[in-house]
């Protein structure tokens, strides 16, 4: 099947850790994003990459990290500088050309909580 | 800053009859629209599109319409089914990012 691939579907974290989430495509899209999104309200852009070893900040990056090493993997740290991480967290990927630049595809979110 | 906003925050409709839903745009600069349909615990899911070249785009079952003049986007779901209960976002891509609204819950009565 191809599509996005995110894990693990729950997640826990602990005061002062760091977590990372993972994000897989075979797409073969350049584009990869990370959205946050909290009960009730849309999505929020924390980061995204548009080509392997490039990406820029969102709209609510601080407290993330990311890295783009790989065409088929973006993967998402929360740090311990982000003091609320309690959120659903959705990675999505899109082509870079012509129309496939806009439509972008998501993959089922993985939900972080605080112990 | 550019953002998107929906009227309506839930939607309640017997099954059978039309829904339709409602989103309004800020950034006049954007020139493509998705609706997006999200159920619990998932991701969301593409439905359809729209350039701002178009006034009207037909899918199946679902049908967007765009009013450039007044800012105003919406997605008409004909006969509407229990599986069509899911909160609907609209976005607008500006470029390379989506800017969603805050949705709208559509809940179908049996």
């Known amino acids: 099947d191809g599509g996005i691939t995110q894990s693990p579907k729950y997640l826990f974290r602990k005061e002062g850790q760091n977590v990372t989430l993972s994000c897989e495509q075979n797409?073969?899209?350049?584009?990869m994003y990370w959205y946050r999104q909290d009960p009730g309200q849309g999505l929020r852009l924390i980061y995204y990459?548009?080509?392997?070893?490039?990406?820029q900040k969102g709209d609510i990056a601080e407290g993330y990290s990311v890295s783009r090493e790989k065409k088929e993997s973006f993967p998402l740290t929360v740090t311990s500088a982000q003091k609320n991480p309690t959120a659903f967290y959705l990675c999505?990927?899109?082509?870079?050309?012509?129309?496939?630049?806009?439509?972008?595809?998501f993959g089922a979110g993985t939900r972080l909580s605080v112990l | 800053g550019e953002s998107v906003g929906l009227h309506l925050p839930t939607l309640s409709v017997q099954e059978g009859d039309n829904s339709i839903i409602n989103c309004a745009y800020s950034?006049?600069?954007?020139?493509?629209f998705i609706w997006y349909k999200q159920e619990s615990g998932k991701g969301p899911q593409f439905i359809i599109d729209?350039?701002?070249?178009?006034d009207k785009r037909q899918g199946q079952r679902v049908t967007v319409l765009l009013n450039k003049t007044v800012k105003h986007l919406s997605l008409q779901i004909a006969a509407t089914q229990p599986g069509d209960s899911a909160v609907y976002f609209c976005?607008?891509?500006?470029?390379?990012?989506?800017?969603f609204g805050s949705g709208t819950r559509l809940l179908v009565r049996p």
């Open positions: 999505a990927s899109s082509g870079t050309g012509g129309v496939a630049k806009n439509i972008q595809y």
């Open positions: 797409l073969n899209h350049d584009a």
């Open positions: 990459s548009q080509i392997v070893n490039d990406f």
């Open positions: 950034n006049s600069a954007s020139d493509y």
């Open positions: 729209i350039r701002s070249n178009m």
């Open positions: 976005a607008e891509n500006y470029s390379y990012k989506l800017i």
